[in-house]
């Protein structure tokens, strides 16, 4: 049996409204809706012309009674601002204006500078602290709390560190001991002490019964399986080990025990740097269901929040994260091109150059042994290539002894550019302050040896990207995802075109601006508007 369609002229059946110009005429088409369109912090009537079988839309006006005005009146929509575009409870939860989020872009590249401009403009910020040192995170977070007195829209990442435990643990340590108010945990592909202590040192309940967290915990994940681990509580063994380390209290962990551990779940689709590469329409709805599922099983009695992340450079695809449901959105790639990112002038002109499939998947230096790889810029260095063929190697080698005499030569010529005996030393003094431990076991086990060596090259190639060592341009391990190249072809004509304009504030504002711009205009083309193609093309403005 086909569906029922209603038939245009029977739009103005019922209809008790009509509609008189008081200056502005009504639009039926063309040009003039484009135009209207982009008019989303003014009210919009709705109205059916003389013949009922055409929509249009006229904004201010004259609202009367059945047949006293020219046109009828088919609805109102009311205004649209950027800020309503998410889940009204992530502003409230997190004392921001805008469901916006600039995520933790690693080694610092994610920087203070970054973070303190978006609180300053009501978004939420994260510290990029993945693959520094903790003393380096100790210095960021003094910055951001003698920066932000009295903010809680700013925050620092925790990653996953799975061969360096103790690093893991020490940046837990010094959050927690900051006050911290936002905390983003990335990489994790099960719950950690450290994930778990973040999460519930410090619940409190209120004289209602509510349980009170002292900081907001987000969580980056890819897979519905990692998903659930942040959606549920912490498990009771863990709480319970956390206990007797004399880690919690028995308070915090019966607290914990009925709460999820993280109330911001992020879905990172095909991002830069860590990803599964999963495209989010697939993902986010799936993620979406899960939280439903396990919001019913637990009986929470405040919303898990979830944003989405990965590929969002364009306002279409702002607006389309938003129509899938996300709660806030959160963007990484593309603010390494800002003027406040810690990213080389060198690196943010090769980023300028990318396109969409200007992308390649690379070893991950943090999780190299496990062979877990990034995505990276491909276009204007061999990273990627060279990366991957330093697993290889590891891969199918015990001990750097065993590599083939050639291909040693060729790695210590064109990678090391020095013997990888140097790189030893250079490594191991490294480890011995950082954590003494990698350096015992590299004693006792060549393969290990020649994994943290071959990881020197995979951190100093992000360091030469940070630093413009441009005699190491090739070399260059620059985070992106096809992002990158989306957000250059739609700069490319605007004024974020010139690198000096790219500031971290204007590129999320122009993003959601325009994401505001889109989904009025899909909201008039769903109510039987005849919306022009050229309504959906925001183009970037300088904006207040």
């Known amino acids: 049996m086909k569906p029922e369609v209603l038939p245009r002229t029977s739009w103005t059946e019922g209809v008790s409204l009509t509609w008189h110009p008081d200056g502005e005429q009504p639009v039926f088409g063309g040009p003039g809706i484009v135009a209207l369109a982009a008019r989303t912090r003014e009210p919009m009537y709705l109205l059916a012309d003389d013949s009922g079988s055409a929509a249009g839309v006229a904004i201010g006006g004259t609202v009367m009674g059945a047949g006293a005005g020219q046109y009828s009146v088919l609805g109102l929509l009311p205004p649209l601002y950027p800020e309503q575009l998410g889940d009204s409870t992530f502003g409230a939860t997190h004392g921001v204006r805008f469901p916006y989020v600039s995520g933790e872009m690693a080694n610092g590249i994610a920087t203070t500078a970054m973070v303190i401009a978006m609180a300053r403009a009501d978004m939420l910020g994260f510290f990029g602290a993945a693959g520094l040192a903790p003393a380096t995170v100790a210095a960021a977070v003094a910055e951001l709390v003698s920066a932000l007195p009295g903010r809680s829209n700013w925050g620092v990442n925790l990653i996953h560190s799975p061969a360096e435990s103790a690093t893991e643990e020490a940046v837990a340590d010094l959050l927690l001991a900051n006050n911290v108010p936002a905390v983003s945990l990335s990489a994790f592909m099960e719950l950690t002490p450290a994930v778990v202590r973040v999460a519930a040192s410090g619940l409190t309940q209120d004289g209602a019964g509510r349980i009170q967290r002292p900081r907001s915990v987000f969580a980056k994940v890819s897979r519905p399986e990692v998903a659930a681990h942040f959606m549920a509580p912490a498990p009771v063994e863990l709480l319970r080990e956390l206990v007797d380390r004399d880690q919690l209290t028995p308070e915090e962990a019966e607290l914990a025990a009925r709460v999820p551990v993280a109330e911001d779940i992020t879905v990172e689709a095909d991002s830069g740097g860590h990803t599964d590469n999963r495209p989010l329409t697939a993902l986010l709805p799936v993620i979406l269901a899960l939280r439903d599922t396990l919001s019913r099983r637990y009986g929470y009695d405040r919303p898990i929040r979830i944003g989405a992340a990965g590929g969002l450079g364009t306002p279409g695809a702002v607006a389309a994260a938003f129509a899938l449901g996300a709660a806030y959105v959160l963007t990484g790639s593309i603010n390494q091109a800002a003027i406040e990112s810690g990213l080389s002038a060198d690196g943010k002109r090769m980023l300028a150059g990318a396109s969409v499939a200007d992308v390649a998947m690379a070893p991950a230096a943090d999780m190299f042994e496990l062979g877990i790889k990034l995505q990276v810029l491909r276009r204007g260095t061999m990273f990627p290539f060279r990366a991957q063929r330093l697993y290889q190697i590891y891969a199918g080698n015990t001990s750097w002894a065993n590599v083939p005499e050639q291909t040693r030569a060729k790695v210590e010529k064109d990678l090391f550019r020095t013997s990888f005996d140097e790189v030893w030393e250079e490594t191991r003094a490294f480890w011995q302050e950082r954590e003494p431990d990698q350096v015992a076991r590299a004693e006792r086990d060549e393969q290990h040896r020649m994994a943290l060596v071959f990881r020197w090259y995979l951190g100093m190639s992000s360091r030469w990207a940070i630093q413009g060592a441009d005699t190491r341009r090739g070399d260059y391990q620059i985070w992106c995802g096809p992002a990158m190249g989306a957000f250059n072809q739609w700069t490319a004509s605007g004024f974020l075109s010139d690198p ?45």
Not at 511 to 528: I, K
Not at 537 to 542: D, G, K, L, Q, V
């Open 500 to 544: 000096a304009d790219r500031s971290v504030v204007q590129i999320a504002r122009n993003l959601l601006e325009g994401a505001a711009v889109l989904t009025r205009a899909q909201q008039l083309r769903g109510y039987g508007v005849a919306v022009p193609d050229a309504a959906f093309a925001f183009a970037p403005r300088r904006l207040p």
